[in-house]
């Protein structure tokens, strides 16, 4: 176990696939990803509604729902192997070591018990040997920490008499109170209007710095990885597409399905005459994947071969690579050239 602390890994995530054995047939939800994360880093993960992003994240703690089921691949944490863990070592991993914020706070709190009691307890479910009145304080530490004031009255508080962003605030202290090297972050800021939600943004930043932990940062929303993640997997239709640091990512991309994602993206800084270019077409029957790329069907740089066969990844950059047929003809072209 040692030897494992000098690494700098986090998380590893290898060939992870994850199917949905429905009455309809087999739905490969996550067909086959792989990703590492270091410790104290916050990589986003970013696809649309289906892409199997949640998927995948639930997998890491062992929240995948009936009919789901991982069928292939490894999930590594510090050395140990996740898939292999006892329905007890996955609910202590779940506390002590990783934690998830999701995205609709008021699905996650309980209406008839008070913000205060239900902290507390969430901190003695982890840790037993913990008096009341010390989770009592820890409760209301992680509370000013996630910018709530008066605490001992938001304490006896309940859900609702808290805001939106405030409840999604709790979540967050509720997240953060067994100090867990990994937060999963679900979406977490969909729900809140823009301001509120570059708060809780602003907020998951200086948490992280302060608390050194590792974030995937789930999301549909490109713009908002931009603000608080250094590298970034795009996801499509249950395949990482592209993957990079984040400034690659935006500045560069190299997958079709990147671009049209930044091309849909409002920008601050863009003309008024541009407008904004929606993704064309519809996203894949996951009952029935084309055979080949799956954005191939929305692609206006599609060829034949993109509907036949999964292009393999092709390194674009430092750390930086994508799953496009158009890097690897590119790449040839480089080689032939070069040799020429």
Known sequence: MEEQKNTNKLLEVKDLR???????????AVGGISYDLNYGEVMGVVGESGSGKSQEAYSIIGLLQPPGKVIGGSITFEGQDVLSFSKEEMTAFRGNKVAMIFQNPMTCLNPVYTIGNQLVEALRAHDKQISKADAEKRAMEMMEMV???????????????????MRQRVMIAMGLICHPQLLIADEPTTALDVTIQAQILELMKELQKKTKMGIIFITHNLGVVADICDKVSVMYAGKIVEQGPVDDIFYSPAHPYTMGLLRSMPRVDAESYERLIPIEGTPVDMLNPPEGCPFAPRCEHCMKICLKKMPPYIEVGENHRSACWLRVQEQMNREENGHG
């Open 18 to 28: 994850v199917s949905f054995f429905t009455p309809a047939g087999e739905v490969k």
């Open 147 to 165: 910018g709530i004031n008066n605490v001992e009255k938001r304490m006896k508080q309940y859900p609702h008499e808290f805001s939106g962003g």
